[in-house]
DNA sequence: GCTTGCCTTAGAGCTGCTATCAAATAGTAA
DNA sequence: TTACTATTTGATAGCAGCTCTAAGGCAAGC
């Protein structure tokens, strides 16, 4: 069993961010001790780990609940859930190809720089160096 | 020449982003018509570009305005700005691991889920079924 | 000259934390 | 026993970054 702070350890996250979920229903078999306490069970810590998925890749916390609520109903919402899941990955993937582009922008920028440094340039663009790969404009 | 509504469409970001990015200070040389109207050129579209993709991985908009400064300044600042883009370099590259993470679990979930529908089958793990790969705690 | 449409600014509202606070409890040390 | 420290609690305030609304300006078309 563990207490907020080895959750939010465990998990890297803040106390107050687990606080914060808990009380917005995300945990809601996180049982107390006789002092108040939360503790969190191994399973609980299960829990903790879809949220943290979901919100890592943009769930908004309405939508979290939402797919709790459904998980506490039982069987007959296992269809939904799983097409929940389905377009959360989507957004994921989106996500996914999106950092790629801006991964290649940033490496552009960042041998550009480099260039720069290296033969003792100026920034002829300055104060906007050209920033993309493919744009010529002027 | 583009108009907020041209650059909000051209960019895929709203308006309403748009001239709060414009009010933070990070398009400083776009210029108005005489009807005061913002008139993006060729140039702001990359100014554009690259709030944009800073904003993407997470840069705040403190840090965004900072870089911004320091391309105004010039050439002294060189070293400076290649230091902050091999940063969000390396944050970026952190957020891609992590994406590839979630995207795993999402995928288990989403065999696990497709698994339960195919075979007709309960989510014996209800309300909360088992959720990642590795873990077979309680 | 009236309507439509796009622009403007100011400012309120929203989400999701993040930080602060006082109070309760438990453990340790003198 | 008393004091001090550490941890947890809930309530509440504050913050970042939008997001939306309201009120008004200007230009074009009918």
Redesign the interface.
């Known amino acids: 069993m563990y207490t907020i702070k080895d959750v939010a350890e465990k998990m890297e996250l803040s106390e107050h961010t687990l606080r914060f979920w808990a009380k917005s229903g995300f945990f ?2 996180v049982k107390r001790n006789a002092n108040n306490i939360r503790m969190f ?3 609980d ?3 903790v ?2 949220v943290k ?1 979901l919100r ?2 943009g769930t908004e916390n309405k939508a979290i609940k939402r797919y709790i609520d459904l ?2 109903v ?2 007959s919402t ?2 939904e ?2 097409s929940i ?2 377009e ?2 989507a957004r ?2 989106k ?2 190809e ?3 582009k ?2 290649a ?3 552009y ?2 041998n550009f ?2 260039n ?2 290296k033969n003792n340039l ?2 002829t663009w ?7 790969l493919e ?1 010529e ?2």
Chains 1, 2 share one sequence.
């Not at 300055?126 to 993309?132: A, E, H």
Request: aromatic content about 8%; charged content about 25%; some cysteine.
């Open positions: 809601p078999f069970s191994e399973n810590l299960e829990w780990k879809i998925c890592a890749v998980c506490i039982g069987d296992i269809a859930r799983y899941i389905q959360t990955k994921a993937l996500q996914q999106e950092l790629t801006q991964l922008m940033l490496e920028k960042e720089y480099k720069l440094i100026k920034d300055n104060p906007m160096n050209k920033p993309t744009d404009a002027v």
